[in-house]
């Protein structure tokens, strides 16, 4: 199985500021995946970065609130934009875990508060 | 749209005894991936079992088995002689053949009582 190393664990922010994720993996993946887990809730997809290309964005999210870099094949950056309170999620990176349909691997999770 | 439902938002279980978690799903295709994962306090998603749709056999890792149950559409995992590490919040989920996104349940809370 795949390692993700991410980077923060948790932060507090100020409203209308930016903060940055990282997801390092120790092996290369064609597809890494953006999750938010809003508090007490599910993981919904934010958006699907591959490498070289802009990412794939679900229903209700966009670029310009979420960027979203992908400069190799080990690693991801996802920016949560001006920032609200509505925004305090669990982040979560993941990468598909070997073949296709055998599970995917999830990074440790950033818990963000915006106060 | 696949949809995933957990019925149950919370269950508790005495360590050593057996609990089953529910999952029903929604979908019109014939070939798909099933999941189990598991999310202690710790935030990390811990994939606990996975079966193929064209699989028969239900699937078994050591204490975690599934009930499967594809006319249904029912996915089932069945906790036996629980531990206290099984504390945590499990989330069924759904992916279709050829594709590589994950629909998520909502979740059920297990508390294993000492």
């Known amino acids: 199985s795949a390692v993700i190393s991410q980077k923060p664990s948790r932060d507090i922010c100020q409203r209308g500021t930016s903060l940055t994720i990282q997801c390092q993996v120790d092996?290369?993946?064609?597809?890494m995946f953006w999750y938010r887990q809003q508090p007490g809730q599910s993981l919904t997809l934010i958006a699907t970065?591959?490498?070289?290309?802009?990412?794939?964005?679900e229903s209700g999210f966009v670029i310009d609130k979420f960027p979203i870099s992908r400069p190799n094949l080990t690693f991801s950056t996802l920016t949560v934009s001006n920032m609200s309170p509505e925004d305090s999620s669990i982040y979560l990176c993941s990468v598909e875990d070997g073949v296709q349909g055998d599970g995917y691997t999830f990074g440790s999770g950033t818990r963000l508060t915006v106060v | 749209a696949q949809t995933v439902t957990q019925s149950q938002p919370e269950m508790s279980v005495q360590e050593a005894e057996t609990v089953t978690l529910s999952c029903t799903y929604d979908t019109s295709e014939n070939n798909y991936y099933l999941f189990w994962y598991k999310q202690p306090p710790s935030r990390q998603m811990i994939l606990v079992i996975r079966?193929?749709?064209?699989?028969?056999q239900n699937a078994t890792e050591n204490r975690f088995s599934v009930n499967f149950q594809k006319a249904a559409k029912s996915f089932s995992l069945k906790i036996s002689d629980s531990q206290l590490g099984d504390t945590a919040m499990y989330f069924c989920a759904f992916m279709l053949f050829h594709d590589y996104k994950l629909s998520f349940g909502a979740g059920t809370t297990v508390t294993v009582r000492a």
């Open positions: 092996s290369q993946v064609t597809m």
């Open positions: 079966q193929e749709a064209y699989k028969q």
């Open positions: 970065a591959n490498q070289g290309s802009e990412a794939t964005y």
